[in-house]
């Protein structure tokens, strides 16, 4: 039976990062992946760009991002946080840049110049990646790992990791496997949802505008006619609802309620009723005599909207601009701040960029990720109950978390 020093279950983000650090303090360190190649979900993450961090500096807005539980991240961040994130990764060659909502991506090269630079890192350490290795088995002996069972072999460890990543995205290796290994090892394991996924709608003309982006709009959950959460940004209407950042971060606000769930999106966030009344009037009045209601629609949302609102308005698409009544532009501006969907519940994991839930925080020293129940196990990423917003956030877990599970405690 082959020995490490130290075994990671999982070559996600997590666990690279886990085995990098291990391994640079000398430790000899294995990574049992059950796929034929490591990081497959890094290499999805941001459309193939990867956005690895958040430069957000001030720690408390940081963590304030993930909720009530971002507060076990503070040890790991002052250890290696965001900033640090940042360094780290230009050192091993990913210069990045800086976008829109201190967004983090690679200056070039995207996912798979992260991915290849955390590989060459642990080719460097002489880290032993068992690819097509799944975990079959953890033996647990009175709060002790006493060893790792794989399909074809068995390994003990000194230290082991559980770095096996969420629910979500179930064809990238993540189904959830580290779930069932704390489990029997006495952790609770928090309720589980799929988080950061498109809401489907009861209406179906979101077909309408599929593939629209829309940028600088407002979303508003209303939870049976009440506010419950809103967020500005980008979105974009789908096949069967909608999707995009703002709606993925709202999303996580739809499984807690039972009761009648709707969305309103306001198309002119930044305008009051009388501003873009006045700004509708100001069109008409520019076209009239030659301007038809389709013309002034498409002067005031993207082209790939104009087929979905004219089919939710009222006033017909050819009705000469100079005909349109006032009552008619009052119920025209109400659609442009209040377009009403109604919630039909949640793609499931197979869309969900995280999963909400999972390893309870209470049992984990958030100082070294080591089970306060297994004397010898520890856990990083996103098998862990930590989640964020989208941004560059869940990355963040992964890297300060594995960071920490595969220190060497002094
Ligand atoms: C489409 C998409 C886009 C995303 N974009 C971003 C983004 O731009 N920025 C951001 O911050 N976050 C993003 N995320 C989230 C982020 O990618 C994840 O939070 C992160 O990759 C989780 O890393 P992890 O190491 O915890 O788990 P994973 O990356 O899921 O890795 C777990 C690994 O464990 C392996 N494994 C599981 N069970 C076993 C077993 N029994 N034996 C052996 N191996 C096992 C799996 O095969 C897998 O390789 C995105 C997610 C998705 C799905």
Known sequence: MEHFDTLIIGGGSAGLMAAIRASSQGQRVAIAEKNHSVGEKLLLSGRGRCNFTNAESDMDIFISRYGDKGKFLYSAFSKFGPLRTREYFSSIGVKYVEERGKRIFPKEGGSKKVLDALISQCRKNEVKIMRGTPVKA??????????????????????????TGGKSYPKTGSTGDGYTFAQQAGHT?????????????????????????????????????????????????????????????????????????QLSLDMKP???????????????????????FRGLV????????????????????????????????????????????????????????????????DEIDPSTMRSKLCDNLYFAGEVLDLNGPSGGFNLQICWSTGYVAGSVNE
């Open 138 to 163: 953890i033996k647990f002996n009175a709060g002790h790992v006493e060893r790792v069972i794989t399909e074809n072999d068995e390994y003990t460890a000194d230290k082991y990791i559980i770095a």
């Open 189 to 261: 394991i928090i309720p589980l949802y799929p988080a950061l996924v498109p809401v489907r709608t009861r209406e179906t003309w979101p077909k309408l505008a599929s593939g629209c982006d829309l940028r600088n709009v407002r979303l508003t959950v209303f939870a049976d006619g009440k506010n419950v959460a809103e967020r500005f940004g980008e979105m974009e209407f789908t096949n069967f609802g909608v999707s995009g950042p703002i709606v993925m971060e709202l999303s996580s606000h739809i499984p807690d309620w039972d009761g009648e769930l």
């Open 270 to 292: 930044t305008l009051t009723h009388e501003i873009l009344t006045a700004r509708v009037k100001r069109e008409i009045e520019a076209h009239s005599g030659h301007g038809r």
């Open 298 to 361: 498409r002067s005031l949302v993207p082209a790939k909207m104009l087929t979905l609102m004219l089919e939710l308005s009222d006033i017909p698409q050819d009705k000469p601009v100079e005909y349109i009544s006032d009552e008619e532009i009052s119920e025209f501006v109400n659609l442009l701040k209040d377009i009403r969907m109604n919630v039909n519940g949640l793609w499931g994991y197979g869309n969900a960029m995280v999963t909400r839930g999972g390893v309870c925080l």
